[in-house]
């Protein structure tokens, strides 16, 4: 089975930078070809759709208020997903969750266990 373990996640001031990364190990490691992506979750909101990247890593896609502030990207050979969030802000806060096999806006057939990002001064 596929195991997902995300890392970066931490507190930062507004304005400043993090960057996610999500290690893929198992049978169908990322990097394998499913389709990754990167969700979160804050306490008032349901789970939401952050980015996406596809198996080949050619094709991107970001939810709106992300778009020009993040980049996700892939390295196949470290099996590895990263997410950069620049000029961060309070409602970045959230936790991020690392998803491989995309299905839907909120479904994915693998799920890390989440990372905490904090935007706060």
């Known amino acids: 089975q596929v195991q997902l373990v995300e890392s970066g996640g931490g507190l930062v001031q507004p304005g400043g930078s993090l960057r996610l990364a999500c290690y893929g190990s198992?049978?169908?490691?990322?990097?394998?070809?499913?389709?990754m992506g990167w969700f979160r979750q804050t306490s008032e909101n349901e789970r939401e759709f952050v980015a996406t990247?596809?198996?080949?890593?050619?094709?991107?896609t970001y939810t709106d208020s992300v778009k020009g502030r993040f980049t996700i990207s892939r390295d196949g050979a470290a099996n590895t997903v990263y997410l950069q969030m620049n000029d961060l802000n309070t409602d970045d806060t959230a936790v991020y969750y690392c998803?491989?096999?995309?299905?839907?806006?909120?479904?994915?057939?693998?799920w890390g266990r989440g990372t905490q990002v904090t935007v706060s001064s």
């Open positions: 990247i596809s198996g080949n890593g050619r094709t991107t």
């Open positions: 998803a491989a096999g995309i299905t839907g806006p909120r479904s994915a057939t693998y």
């Open positions: 198992g049978r169908a490691p990322t990097g394998s070809g499913l389709t």
